[in-house]
């Protein structure tokens, strides 16, 4: 049965550093997907952060953490990884996978996400 894995949630300290992990079990493969990361805060709307689309490995960073966050993908083990460093309070919230069918497309809205979504992970920052 498909479903979306994830774990690397945590708490840091501002500066700190976590890696999410993602894998596609049972599931269609990287290659015809799209697949990425959105996150929400507390109070807040459900927001994209980063995404691969296939073919050709078109990635897409949200404004926010460019330079501080990088995609990575691993199509032997369907996975797709967030390495987040330099992490501010402002990175706090529930992080989702996504796993969208249509894999030209990297919603920037999650109500246009057609796929399925994983559980989400909790990453805190604070002092």
């Known amino acids: 049965q498909f479903a979306l894995v994830v774990s690397g949630g945590g708490s840091v300290q501002p500066g700190g550093s976590l890696k999410l992990s993602c894998s596609a079990s049972?599931?269609?493969?990287?290659?015809?997907?799209?697949i990425g990361w959105f996150r929400q805060a507390p109070g807040k709307e459900r927001e994209a952060v980063s995404c691969?689309?296939?073919?050709?490995?078109?990635?897409r960073y949200a404004n926010s953490v460019k330079g501080r966050f990088s995609i990575t993908t691993d199509t032997a083990k369907n996975a797709v990884y967030l390495q987040m460093n330099n992490l501010q309070p402002e990175d706090t919230g529930t992080y989702y996978c996504?796993?969208?069918?249509?894999?030209?497309?990297?919603?920037?809205?999650?109500?246009?996400?057609?796929?399925?979504w994983g559980p989400g992970t909790q990453v805190t920052v604070s002092s």
């Open positions: 691969v689309s296939s073919p050709g490995g078109s990635i």
């Open positions: 049972g599931g269609p493969k990287l290659d015809d997907t799209s």
């Open positions: 996504m796993m969208g069918y249509n894999p030209w497309l990297c919603p920037s809205d999650p109500k246009n996400v057609v796929g399925t």
